[in-house]
């Protein structure tokens, strides 16, 4: 088996075993956890001089107990255009799947562990992952009016799709990465706000970096049910090396969401 194929299954195993780690026996689970759901479901069709069909998806899991407080996400997105000689062609087509693992999360200051995977046909990405640990301080305990700040270092590899512009099909190095998120909600509830942005520079090379930016504004229709209106924005600096259009690219949704 290659090393290709072998990395990811290190890297699924490892947070698989995570996972493990954050569910404790089940007489404990049932007095401590706290479980967390949403999923994201949102598409777009437009038509006339040049028909485009836009399709996306998202779920994100938290949890918390006394000992751990964990959250993955999972997203997926897919669209077609037309273009003027009648011929359709995908213009997007990407994946993202991502944990982490804080310890000690009643302490403002905690260790964190975190692993992501993703694929980009648009960033000419064919495969992505990174796994790293370090810090994150908090503000505010309750999951909906927190602020998070966390800085760690990561271990990277990525394929790209052929066809790029004369740049190795593998590449492997260390990053640094920052995050800055902050989640606020008002009116009981019914109103929040969430914005979460990460910026990755390569260790010693701050101007070959990623940035992901993520800002979105719920409102509740009912107790479960809600509408999203997000804009979101990859940034990778070496995508017109692999041979993508651009560097920057980024969408505007509307949603439906449901929290439980």
Sequence with gaps: MTGRRVLPLLLAGLIG????????????????NDWKVEGELGGAVFF???????????????RADELFESASDFRFSYGVATDSEGVRE???????????????PEERW???????????????????????AGMRVSWDRDRRNRVDFSLSILAERTYAREGGRGTPDEVSLARWSSNFRVRRSYFDDRFSID????????????????????????????????LRFSVSTEYDSGAL?????TNRDGQVQVTMVAQF
């Design 110 to 132: 905690r260790p964190s562990v975190s692993g992501r995977m993703e694929s980009a046909f648009e960033r000419r990405i064919a495969l992505r992952y990174n796994a790293g």
């Design 90 to 104: 995908i213009n997007r087509r990407s994946w993202s799947a991502s944990t982490s693992l804080d310890f000690r």
């Design 17 to 32: 075993g995570v996972c493990a780690l954050v569910s404790p026996p089940t007489s404990v689970a049932a007095q401590t």
């Design 241 to 245: 090396d692999r041979g993508a259009d």
């Design 48 to 62: 006339g001089n040049r028909e485009q069909t836009q399709f996306s998806t998202r779920m994100v899991v938290e």
């Design 195 to 226: 914005s979460n942005n990460t910026y990755r520079p390569v260790f010693d090379s701050f101007g070959n970096f990623t940035l992901s930016s993520r800002n979105s504004f719920s409102l509740g229709l009912t107790e479960v049910i809600a």
